[in-house]
């Protein structure tokens, strides 16, 4: 698909306007309070091992007598030990219940619920390759929010899809309410990254009512949204991906039968409110996969399982509804992102397909990004503005400087 978006004048002169002109910054209980959502592998997780029944090498540890970093920790990711870590992080899909659990003997905690840490820097040593949305809050700041207080951030375990989010949902509903009362009443501002963007869109659409919605949401911020899924998810299915964009150099092979037991997985396949049902997303040699033949797609890679995953999952936004809150759609383009996958019958699926690129932010397709103009004129009365940042990556478009300046004149202008 080839981007126009250098030929909406309109467009770029309103995101001139906007990134130059800075209203003066307002302390205090006028901010309006802060939410910050993020996406897949954008939260901490701890572990403790409470005795495994069995491990995938004599030498991975079956107990701890503590919690122990599990994501984002580097020294897991090293040749000997990063079989033990992809078996502590997999999920267990019951096709009966269509619920996911952790391994026997596994406990994970999402840790940080409130505060920023743990969604700033996804690894606690703070290497620069776990840096997420440290500069957005480090550029609030100044202008009077708080960690922790004004400015919160709302982890969760981002293995799982929205329909087993339950727990989490209470959390943030009571989230909102209370940092709203705690600084008068003020809407809150939510800032979602990629997945937690339609994770956000179905608590607006499943969760709390348009009542609640009107009283508790002053806006959404979206960077990098991946409303409508993202084609990177068929490779990640088919042969494993290591995960790039944190510049993690992992085999891709060793990560495959972790990231197919995660739901989240199957949530973020290409979406058929976005995709037509006869485009093709991939082939081996002379045979095509759509949307028409994913069950094939599923036997064909040897995960039957994830077959029911997706039924439970694929269709969990429904027709696509509008949010009916305010939206503010940040994306990259015009970064190569995969578009077609191609294997040979001798390379599928456990190695790396051939890549055919179209457009997006390196990660999502520029179609998924920008799935939220869909809603323009058909968003309760309430205004969808997008921003498209030519070259913004799909993660370090949090550091990028336009938008964060960006993002501080958004939350100004709805002090």
């Not at 409303?227 to 490779?235: A, F, K, P």
Request: net charge neutral; aromatic share 14%; charged share 20%.
């Amino acid at each position: 698909m080839i981007l126009t978006w250098m030929s909406s004048l309109g467009m770029i002169l309103s995101l001139s306007f906007i990134i130059s002109v800075t209203p003066a910054p307002r302390k205090g209980i006028s901010l309006p309070p802060v939410v910050l959502v993020p996406g897949y592998g954008g939260a901490q997780f701890k572990a403790k091992l409470t005795g495994k029944p069995e491990t995938v090498h004599y030498w991975c540890s079956r107990h701890t007598d503590d919690f122990f970093d599990l994501w984002l920790n580097l020294e897991l990711f090293l040749p000997a030990v990063i079989d033990c870590w992809v078996d502590n992080m997999k999920l267990i899909y019951n096709i009966t219940t269509n619920k996911t659990s952790n391994m026997p003997g596994v406990l994970i905690e999402v840790p940080g619920f409130r505060n920023t840490n743990t969604v700033e820097w996804l690894d606690t040593s703070k290497a620069s390759e776990g840096r997420y949305f440290t500069d957005i809050v480090e550029a609030l700041l100044p202008l009077g929010y708080r960690r922790g207080k004004n400015i919160v951030g709302a982890p969760y375990d981002w293995r799982q899809a929205p329909n087993e989010l339950q727990e989490y949902y209470s959390n943030l509903t009571e989230l909102i309410e209370e940092t709203s009362r705690t600084y008068g009443q003020r809407k809150v501002i939510i800032i979602a990254h990629s997945m937690g963007n339609p994770v956000m869109l179905y608590f607006y659409n499943n969760i709390v009512t348009q009542e609640w919605k009107d009283k508790f949401i002053r806006s959404h911020i979206s960077i990098a949204g991946a409303w409508g899924g993202s084609l990177q998810i068929i490779r990640l299915l088919a042969s494993g991906y290591n995960m790039n964009q944190y510049r993690i150099l992992l085999p891709p092979s060793s990560l495959r039968e972790m990231q197919r037991s995660f739901t989240s997985s199957t949530f973020l396949f290409p979406n058929y409110n976005i995709w037509s049902k006869d485009e093709v997303f991939a082939t081996v040699s002379d045979k095509n996969y759509t949307l028409k033949n994913v069950e094939e797609f599923f036997q064909d890679i040897n995960y039957e399982v994830g077959w029911y995953q997706y039924q439970n999952t694929a269709y969990l936004l429904g027709n696509f509804k509008a949010p009916n809150v305010a939206i503010h759609c940040i994306y990259g383009y015009d970064i190569e992102t995969p578009e077609l996958f191609q294997w040979s019958p001798t390379w599928f699926p456990d190695y790396q397909p051939h890549t055919i690129y179209g457009d997006g932010d390196g990660t999502v397709n520029l179609r998924s990004l920008e799935a939220c103009k869909k809603w323009i004129g058909k968003n309760g009365g309430k205004k969808i503005s997008t921003y498209a940042i030519k070259d913004g990556e799909h993660v370090e478009i949090m550091s990028q400087e336009s938008v964060i300046k960006l993002i501080k004149n958004i939350v100004l202008l709805n002090s």
